[in-house]
């Protein structure tokens, strides 16, 4: 019976590894959680729902909120993983792993709000843009496009870990695995930042809205262009040299 028990439990264990994972790209990590992050994490939720309760059609406070969250997301980013960029000095400031925790903490809280400013900015920005097509269609467009992205953005993260999710090679500045061509990467470059990013498109879709898909398409050239310019050289440098 107890074998039995065990065996049933293993569902169990990958819905509750799922679930995790989820959370962590969200922003929250469970393992790495102090209270400095819950502190964060709390307030972060309260403020969405502050937003969709009482603004729910600010237009203006949407695009504000997108600009806010998206220059300190990649202006963070930016300047603490870049080669010689602050990460450096967490390291100095921390040591190696509280360092880390500290940035990954600041990442996490980032990583909410910017994927929250872009929901919306759709949400907050509703149209008609296409009104000429049935809503039964829009309905399993939006839905195929959501899940699809979404899943493969999963599956990326669940192939490379949490930890390349949040780019901790690049804060140490060193490998701290082998480079990843399973999952998604043997048939997308880079299926975080191309696929995985349909799901805001699918919800801009869903509102019919311009302005939400113009902000998911900034969104995701800004994304890009940190990968080209500072990701990209990183993996030359540390992993393709080195292999």
């Known amino acids: 019976?107890?074998?039995?028990?065990?065996?049933?439990?293993k569902p169990f264990e990958?819905?509750?590894?799922?679930?995790?994972?989820?959370?962590?790209m969200a922003g929250y990590v469970p393992g790495n959680a102090p209270v400095t992050r819950k502190i964060l994490m709390a307030a972060s939720l309260a403020f969405v729902l502050f937003l969709n309760i009482f603004h729910p059609h600010n237009a203006h406070l949407a695009i504000l909120y997108f600009c806010v969250s998206e220059v300190l997301y990649l202006g963070f980013?930016?300047?603490?993983?870049?080669?010689?960029?602050?990460?450096?000095?967490?390291?100095?400031?921390?040591?190696?792993?509280?360092?880390?925790?500290?940035?990954?903490?600041?990442?996490?809280?980032?990583?909410?709000?910017?994927?929250?400013s872009l929901g919306f900015v759709a949400s907050a920005y509703p149209g008609n843009l296409f009104h000429f097509m049935d809503k039964g269609f829009?309905?399993?467009?939006?839905?195929?496009?959501?899940?699809?992205?979404?899943?493969?953005?999963?599956?990326?993260?669940?192939?490379?870990?949490?930890?390349?999710?949040y780019w901790k090679d690049m804060f140490l500045g060193r490998k701290i695995s082998e480079f990843v061509v399973t999952g998604p990467y043997?048939?997308?470059?880079?299926?975080?930042y191309g696929i995985g990013q349909i799901p805001a498109y699918a919800v801009a879709i869903w509102y019919g809205s311009a302005y939400g898909l113009s902000i998911a398409f900034i969104n995701q050239v800004l994304i890009f262009t940190f990968y080209f310019l500072v990701e990209k050289r990183f993996i030359k440098r540390v992993y393709q040299h080195a292999g």
């Open 1 to 9: 019976m107890v074998k039995e028990y065990s065996k049933s439990g």
């Open 14 to 24: 990958k819905i509750s590894e799922l679930f995790i994972l989820i959370i962590s």
């Open 77 to 116: 980013i930016t300047t603490v993983l870049s080669k010689n960029g602050l990460h450096r000095l967490f390291i100095k400031k921390w040591g190696e792993n509280k360092g880390y925790l500290t940035y990954e903490t600041m990442a996490g809280f980032l990583f909410f709000h910017n994927a929250s």
């Open 138 to 165: 829009i309905v399993v467009i939006t839905a195929i496009l959501f899940l699809g992205g979404f899943l493969v953005k999963i599956w990326a993260a669940k192939v490379v870990t949490i930890d390349i999710y």
């Open 186 to 192: 043997k048939y997308f470059s880079n299926p975080m």
